[in-house]
């Protein structure tokens, strides 16, 4: 949690950041939204490690799920949802199948995802997939080769999906219209371009 110091140089203020916990600067709903959204108790951690003892993403990066779910406990939102880490989670559920309070530290991650895209912090792949799902149906079309193959193994060139009829996709559309997902997504693609 960063106090503000009035640096004027930018490098000065990140390096020399305060690195306080002040439960003042802490975002008052941050726990209630995440819990809202993933449908978990992180309030009810005890910080035991588990999740991050099996977590497969630890031991190769600075990942921690464990340090997740005590910023939703202290309301670090700002730390949480900047975090590169944040996107490291493979949702393998295996910290939610060990934790011993019952907590499902991958729902948290889900949700603190949920709010990071909001604020519009979001890794491109995922926008990218938004954008062949409204087009197609399907965040893997199907291709040229693809259908080669499929007809060299005796099977339709187009599986029984929005590929064969896609007079359902305008319907999908419609969902991802209601959501606003897919302008986002085309509005965050074309800032980074
Ligand atoms: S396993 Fe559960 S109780 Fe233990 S640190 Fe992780 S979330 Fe908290
Ligand atoms: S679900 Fe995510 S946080 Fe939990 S163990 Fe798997 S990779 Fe780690």
């Known amino acids: 949690m960063a106090k503000a110091k009035g640096y004027s140089d930018e490098t000065l203020s990140v390096r020399l ?3 306080y916990y002040r439960p003042e600067e802490s975002s008052d709903d941050f726990l209630e939204n995440v819990e809202k959204i993933s449908m978990t108790i992180p309030h009810m951690c005890y910080q035991c490690g588990t999740c991050t003892g ?3 993403s630890a031991p190769r990066s600075s990942y921690r799920i464990r340090k997740f779910v005590r910023r939703a406990v202290l309301g670090l939102e700002n730390d949480a949802l900047t975090d590169p880490d944040l996107w490291l989670c493979t949702t393998c559920y295996s910290c939610t199948d ?4 019952d907590i499902a530290p991958t729902d948290v991650i889900m949700a603190m995802r949920n ?10 792949n995922f926008l990218n997939t938004v954008q062949f799902i409204y087009k197609t149906g399907h965040g893997v079309p199907n291709n040229d080769v693809n259908r080669a193959a499929r007809v060299r193994l005796g099977l339709e060139a187009e599986p029984e999906t929005t590929a064969k009829y896609p007079d359902f996709i305008p319907g999908i559309q419609k969902i991802l219209d209601h959501y606003g997902l897919k302008d986002k997504a085309d509005e965050i693609l074309a800032e980074g371009q």
């Open 54 to 56: 099996s977590c497969p």
């Open 98 to 101: 060990r934790c011993p309070r």
């Open 115 to 124: 709010l990071a895209f909001k604020r519009e912090i979001v890794p491109r």
């Open 17 to 19: 950041a305060d690195r």
